[in-house]
């Protein structure tokens, strides 16, 4: 079962991963590769294809055909065949396992997810720094790999976002960098919807589709961020005191 990228995004939020092995691999073309159909994957990865193209296939009955641009996620506990086409095939595969496999939002990083990122520079990059680090036993860098783990997890996800979302994401990222600028003052789902010319409902429906939460719950939930941030920092208390002099004096 495939889930959307929010959810996705909230699983790796919620559970902590461990990283683990990073490779470049060519497998040649026109050959059958059945190393887990007896023996099921222990691990979870991140599978970008780099050049030609393979059928992935789990299970028996999950097919995914992989291409420069597409990116396989999860896949613990299945039985898997690969299939390379003429051309052969090219991926970076990144090991990763959730540390708590048994909590509900496990399986959405546990389950096969195909992906779509464009084969962009920072996302080749990426890979070439978990590569150099992978191998390391400096701490520093095992560190590191761990951090880029994510920062690639997150460039996947926002890609896979943008995608699905070609036509509305720019107006919905200006949507949030308004509530962002403006979370403090007096905010309606009419108002927000009026300012980008849209009916409300058609509006909510957009933005939610684009970041899983609809803009007032959005708005609701910055503005406790903001307010644990200001509280942890010590400046609500330097807001409220400065309000209260204002009211004494006004």
Do not use: W
């Not at 959307?4 to 490779?23: N, R, S």
């Not at 294809?49 to 999950?62: D, H, M, V, W």
């Amino acid at each position: 079962m495939a889930f959307p990228h929010e959810e996705l995004a909230q699983a790796f939020v919620k559970i902590p991963v461990e990283v683990h092995g990073v490779y470049r691999t060519e497998l040649e073309p026109g050959v059958i590769y059945d190393g887990h159909v007896d023996r099921p994957t222990t691990k979870c990865a991140v599978l970008i294809s780099l050049r030609g193209q393979a059928e992935f296939i789990y299970n028996e009955t999950e097919r995914y055909l992989l291409e420069p641009g597409k990116i396989l996620l999860g896949g613990m506990q299945k039985r898997l065949e690969i299939h390379t086409s003429e051309q052969g095939f090219e991926y970076g595969l990144v090991h990763y396992v959730p540390v708590r496999t048994m909590m509900d939002d496990a399986k959405q990083l546990i389950d096969v997810n195909m992906l779509h990122a464009p084969q962009s520079p920072e996302l080749l990059q990426l890979l070439g720094r978990m590569l150099q680090a992978s191998s390391s036993p400096d701490s520093m860098l095992l560190l590191e790999k761990k951090s880029l783990f994510y920062h690639l997890i997150n460039k996947v996800l926002q890609s896979e976002r943008t995608q699905q979302n070609k036509t509305s994401y720019p107006l919905i990222e200006e949507a949030t960098v308004y509530i962002h600028d403006h979370f403090n003052e007096p905010i309606t789902l009419y108002q927000l919807a009026d300012r980008f010319g849209l009916k409300p409902k058609y509006f909510s429906s957009l933005f939610q589709r684009y970041t899983g939460i609809g803009p007032i719950d959005y708005l609701i939930q910055y503005r406790i961020n903001k307010a644990y941030e200001l509280l942890m920092t010590g400046q609500f208390e330097v807001l409220i005191g400065s309000g209260s002099r204002q009211r004494k004096t006004g």
